[in-house]
């Protein structure tokens, strides 16, 4: 098993940047492919962006594309999103995730996933 926390997250203004962390402990993160989620209030969990276990495949959801970018470093067992150009529309709780997929951009799919980390983008 794998045990995830996430951290980063926080308030900005709308433009601005985030970095998001993901840490991994237990079994090595470089076993999983990654992805990060989002989910606001009354709505689904929703993919935002997922990476192999070697970068060699990268997904993002359309609404992210050319702002986020997702990144591992399998020596610090941690997985990275860094969030430019933020939008109101981006406020949720950001969750990590691990699945044993190639890769994939379904919730349902993955195994295991930290609590989460709240992003709020002010307008």
């Known amino acids: 098993q794998v045990q995830l926390v996430e951290s980063g997250g926080g308030l900005v203004q709308a433009g601005g940047s985030l970095r998001l962390s993901c840490a991994a402990s237990?079994?090595?993160?470089?076993?999983?492919?990654m992805g990060w989620f989002r989910q606001a209030p009354g709505k689904e969990r929703d993919i935002v962006a997922a990476?192999?276990?070697?970068?060699?495949?990268?997904y993002y959801a359309d609404s992210v594309k050319g702002r986020f970018t997702i990144s591992r470093d399998n020596a610090k067992n941690t997985v990275y999103l860094q969030m430019n150009s933020l939008k109101p529309e981006d406020t949720a709780v950001y969750y990590c995730?691990?699945?044993?997929?190639?890769?994939?951009?379904?919730?349902?799919?993955?195994?295991?996933w930290g609590q989460g980390t709240q992003v709020t983008v002010s307008s």
């Open positions: 990476i192999s276990r070697i970068s060699s495949r990268i």
């Open positions: 237990g079994r090595t993160l470089s076993s999983y492919a």
């Open positions: 995730a691990a699945t044993t997929y190639i890769l994939s951009s379904t919730s349902q799919e993955y195994n295991y």
